[in-house]
């Protein structure tokens, strides 16, 4: 399919469109749903670029607005509809592409932007868009239908909307058909629907600007015995029925009359929200009922978005790496601040909550221009953690519920990560190098087992040292942390009840610990602590070194019986690529070792997509390893690419020096330079969770895009370790490690207040930096801060040998 070459930044599907900041999807039938989202974290949802997805309000699983069929047959429905009918040729359509999927639509383009989307298309001399978001603040959305008259003769139309209301505990919805579909009802009244449950003050409303014409809300009633969502009868008949379920299957449909001159057009403002409190209902209707405050709220939206934007731009020589910081990658770590892996097109929005490993990662690259939404997160994230310092694995959001996630399905088995409590241990210190913020540290929060407890209310930092404590008390045999049920990889399920198995991947981790809290300690004025976490890291790495270097790169892991995996001898697995990078990461060596292991991973697992996770896979089911092997080869964790871990490969590469390596294995999965949608298939403007690796039939498909650490760790990547521009406890950092034949780059910054501006420029080969401060040349890579008052700081950066 050829590419539309008017846009430098595009493939087969649509393009990017850099003076607007959107995706903007040109042909309705991409690979896969090409996903959205809609809200800042509360009321919200996801939608595609055939409108398909659905609502909710804060929790997906127990605050559910709308439905949406995972695996549904045709794929991606229902979504916010609206469908047209030209009242003279009974012709209908819809303006989104879907559901009436078999109209030849004369033009069709999507835009995904920052929390909106606009869907525009023409049938027949009728052009309609449909805008989407949620007012900032509201329970509620607003969809915007503009229906014009391109042709030259009066036009008489009928629209009909389509939501389709779920019961509020979308877990009910799937199990307890017979309860959930009696006690569901809507009516209607004064142009608005209502959908309640018995008993239960939470209701749905879905209305709109303009006095409908009729209305439906009984499903089966609106889409007719033995049709669907492409024909419904009332659609197909132009006739509403004015319906009021009792119970069943409820949707908001209203009807309108557009009567259209040439020329002429109309614009219908409906609004959809839930809340608790009917008295709410009729203020909010009467304010999005208007143009003006549509307007407003639309813009007060995109000002939101621009000021989050506005942390941290650039301008380098690659327009896709330029696209990806300054837009959608900044945009897609939201959407992980906000949703964890709850809900997405791979993730239902039923099971899974907020992780507690996921979201502290999610944290690491917002911070910097979502902080204090980043400490709410946190904050929820350490009450989950016990008295000894672990904590739970997973959490819901609106009830504060938490467990053991995977974990809870194989009770023989340790019931704890070894890597959760750690992270969080690490985002905490990327929160105060970015913010400042260290009365955090004498914050209050409680233990999940904690209440009457003496210490059962403790400080972030006493919550910090219970978790170093937790991975020092919990040592396996040869002083590596335990694996626990598994540590970072889910899969990697090597403790079977003996408590014993290690994780080499996971002292490494603590590696990195460690050496933040020591530099956190050392500008606190904390000696003693900066050296005993100091030698506690010095201990850890020479136990790595000692157990785990296995001639050209560091083993995984050991097992209930202290065999590793990740070594040269075995069949499978042979090397992991996350001990080679986190080697690096956690500097648990100097020099050569580090280079040597680095160049293992590059040489075995390297691929044009991306590093795959380790190599080879298993071809068989194996009872030593578990998860990892219910997976076919090259999928996921067994060999696939695994775009998080890939990300640190980037890290670890930029840590090295290595300018090309970083920036070729930054490029390798970079969403935008996919020009082949056909086998990428995933959304080209977000990171996917993994890539089909070259051992499976599928090589090179992405999948479980949106919701992954990729988008947090490319991002960490791409700013602080190519472009060299990160927060220290003392100033900020610039030393950029970039490809050889870069000129250089511009970048803006604000850090703590004051805004830097940045220009890099190559002089010579390598990565030596010199740096000159408001005209003054100073030693090292520190910028240190202003005096107070300053809020400007101009730094021009000499990077390289001259001559
Ligand atoms: C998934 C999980 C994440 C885990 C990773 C590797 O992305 O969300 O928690 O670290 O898989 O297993």
Redesign the pocket.
């Given at each position: 399919m050829p590419i539309d070459e008017t846009h430098p930044i595009a493939n087969p599907y649509g393009y990017f469109d850099a003076a607007n900041r959107e995706y903007v999807i040109t042909r309705p039938d991409t690979p896969t749903p090409w996903m959205n989202y809609l809200g800042e974290g509360r009321y919200g949802g996801i939608i595609s670029n055939t409108a398909g997805g659905y609502s909710f309000d804060r929790d997906p699983r127990t605050r559910r607005v709308t439905r949406y069929r995972y695996n549904s047959i045709p794929a991606d429905q229902p979504g916010r509809y609206v469908y047209l009918r030209d009242q003279e040729t009974g012709a209908y359509w819809s303006p989104t592409w879907q559901p009436v999927v078999g109209r030849q639509l004369e033009a069709y383009e999507c835009r995904h932007g920052a929390a909106y989307t606009c869907i525009q298309s023409t049938y027949r001399g009728i052009a309609a868009s449909l805008l989407y978001f949620v007012p900032p603040g509201e329970a509620c959305e607003v969809w915007v239908l503009r229906v014009k008259n391109a042709s030259d003769r009066p036009r008489r139309l009928r629209s009909f909307s389509y939501a389709e209301f779920g019961y509020y505990d979308a877990l009910i919805d799937q199990q307890n058909l017979d309860w959930g579909m009696h006690i569901v009802h809507s009516r209607y009244a004064d142009g608005t629907i209502v959908t309640s449950t018995q008993f239960r003050p939470t209701l749905t409303f879905f209305s709109s600007n303009v006095i409908p014409a009729g209305f439906d809300t009984d499903r089966e009633v609106f889409i007719g015995r033995c049709r669907d969502l492409a024909n419904p009868i009332v659609v197909e008949t132009g006739e509403p029925r004015q319906s009021e379920a009792p119970r069943g299957n409820n949707v908001g449909s209203l009807c309108h009359d557009l009567v259209l001159a040439p020329g002429e057009e109309q614009e219908i403002i409906y609004v959809m929200g839930v809340t608790d409190d009917p008295g709410t209902v009729a203020p909010l209707l009467a304010r999005y009922g208007q143009p003006r405050e549509v307007q407003a709220a639309f813009e007060a939206l995109r000002a939101d978005w621009d000021t989050y934007l506005s942390h941290f731009t650039v301008e380098t020589p690659d327009a896709e790496v330029n696209a990806m910081l300054n837009f959608w990658n900044p945009v897609q770590c939201r959407a992980t601040l906000y949703w964890s892996?709850f809900v997405s097109a791979y993730e239902t929005g039923l099971g899974r909550g907020m992780?507690t490993?996921?979201s502290a990662q999610d944290t690491l690259a917002t911070v910097q221009a979502a902080p204090a939404r980043a400490r709410e997160v946190l904050d929820v994230l350490w009450h989950l953690q016990f008295q000894d310092g672990h904590t739970w694995h997973q959490v819901f959001p609106l009830t504060g519920e938490g467990g053991p996630g995977l974990a809870g399905e194989f009770l023989d088995w340790p019931q704890w990560f070894s890597d959760d409590h750690l992270w969080l241990v690490l985002a905490v210190c990327a929160y105060l190098r970015e913010t400042g913020d260290f009365a955090y540290l004498d914050h209050h929060v409680p233990y999940w087992d904690g209440e009457g407890a003496p210490a059962g209310d403790d400080t972030i930092w006493g919550h910090i040292l219970r978790a170093v404590d937790f991975t020092l008390t919990h040592r396996g045999p040869q002083g590596l942390p335990r694996l626990g049920f598994?540590d970072?990889?889910?899969?990697m399920n090597l403790d079977h009840g003996s408590g014993k198995a290690e994780s080499v991947w996971c002292a490494q981790q603590f590696c990195r610990a460690l050496l933040d809290l020591a530099d956190l300690c050392d500008y606190l004025g904390k000696g003693d602590n900066a050296a005993r976490f100091r030698a506690l890291h010095r201990e850890m790495a020479d136990t790595v070194n000692r157990v785990a270097w296995d001639g050209a790169w560091y083993a995984r892991a050991f097992d209930d019986d202290g065999l590793p995996v990740g070594v040269q001898g075995e069949t499978y697995h042979q090397i992991g690529l996350n001990p080679q990078t986190w080697a690096v990461i956690g500097e648990i060596e100097t020099g050569d070792r580090l280079h040597r292991a680095m160049e293992s991973a590059h040489e075995k697992l390297d691929t044009p997509y991306g590093m795959a996770l380790m190599a080879p896979p298993y071809d068989r089911s194996d009872l030593r390893v578990r998860g990892t092997t219910t997976y076919p080869p090259g999928a996921k964790?067994n060999g696939g690419i695994?775009c998080?871990a890939h990300a640190w490969a980037v890290v670890a590469a930029a840590r090295l020096g290595w300018g090309e390596r970083a920036y070729q294995y930054y490029r390798q999965i970079l969403p935008l330079a996919r020009t082949d949608a056909d086998t990428f298939a995933a959304e080209p403007y977000v990171y996917c969770?993994n890539i089909c690796g070259p051992t499976h039939p599928q090589y090179g498909y992405g999948r479980n895009a949106w919701l992954?650490?990729t988008a947090s760790w490319m991002y960490v990547a791409g700013t602080q370790w190519i472009l060299g521009i990160r927060p220290t406890f003392t100033g900020l950092q610039v030393a950029p490690v970039i490809p050889g034949d870069w000129p250089g780059f511009r970048a803006a910054r604000l850090f703590r207040n004051v805004t830097y501006r940045i220009a890099v420029e190559r002089m010579g080969p390598g990565n030596a930096v010199s740096l000159t401060v408001d005209g003054r040349p100073i030693e090292g890579t520190i910028v240190p801060f202003p005096p107070a008052g300053q809020t400007e700081v101009v730094v021009r950066a000499l990077v390289g040998q001259r001559g």
């Open positions: 892996r992780g490993r996921d598994s970072w990889d889910d899969t964790e695994f998080h969770g992954s650490g």
